[in-house]
Structure formats: C-alpha cells, structure tokens
C-alpha cells in the first residue's frame, strides 16, 4: 500500500513538470504566433498607406499625438484617484526627450518613405535588426 502511494506521488509530480512544460510550450507557440501576425500585419499595412495615401507621413502625427493624448489622461486619471504624483519636468529632461523623440520620428519617416519601393520578403529578411 505505501510502495502504490509512493508512485501515485511520483506521477502526480512527472504530470505536474508535464503540465508546466506543455503550458510553456503552449505560451511561447501562441506569443511567436501572435508577434508574427502582428509584424506581417503592419509591414502589409504601412506597406498600403505608404502606396494609396496622399499624406502618409501625416499618419505619424496623427499616431504621435494620440499617444500623447492618452498618456496625459492616463496621468490625469492616476493623479484624480489619487495613485501618483506628476512632478515638474526639468529643461534637461524636455531636451533630452525631444531629441530622441526627433531621431524616432527621422528614423521612422525614413523607413516609411523606402517602404514602398522595397519587396516584403527582402523587408522580412532584412528587417529583422529592427
């Protein structure tokens, strides 16, 4: 009786690391998935704007500024319930978050200007150092 105790346990055990391992896989199976779905989806369709658009380049405007807009609600919400403090920004932290917001938005226009005249499987193969 206590030898088929002993072996319930052990199997229990090699069923639990199984269901770990199995989850896991699973995980990174769906989030490999999900990511190549997502990157496939938005080379096609910045592929799209940058060919049918009259304005491309003013969709990043458009994307920057909503993100600024939600952003400063989100603070604006933190700070009505009480959650954080937003405290003044100094002139060397503006500076320094314009000038790397400026590069983002050059290195950014400058692929979305190239997109048009490059083939989705060279951009697939060659644009994975993103």
């Not at 105790?5 to 699973?26: D, E, K, M, N, P």
Request: charged letters at 10%.
């Amino acid at each position: 009786m206590y030898e088929c105790t002993r072996r319930s346990q052990a199997l229990r055990g090699h069923s639990l690391i199984l269901f770990a391992f199995s989850l896991l896989f699973f995980l990174v199976v769906w989030w490999s998935a999900a990511l190549a779905l997502a990157a496939v989806t938005l080379t096609l369709g910045n592929k799209w704007i940058m060919h049918d658009f009259h304005f491309p380049l003013s969709l990043l405007l458009v994307q920057n500024g909503t993100a600024v807009i939600v952003i400063l609600i989100a603070a604006l919400v933190m700070k009505l319930n009480g959650k954080s403090r937003m405290e003044r920004f100094t002139t060397t932290q503006v500076l320094i978050v314009l000038g790397s917001a400026a590069i983002s938005t050059l290195q950014l226009s400058a692929s979305l200007i190239a997109l048009p005249h490059i083939s989705i499987a060279t951009l697939t193969v060659f644009g994975n150092g993103r």
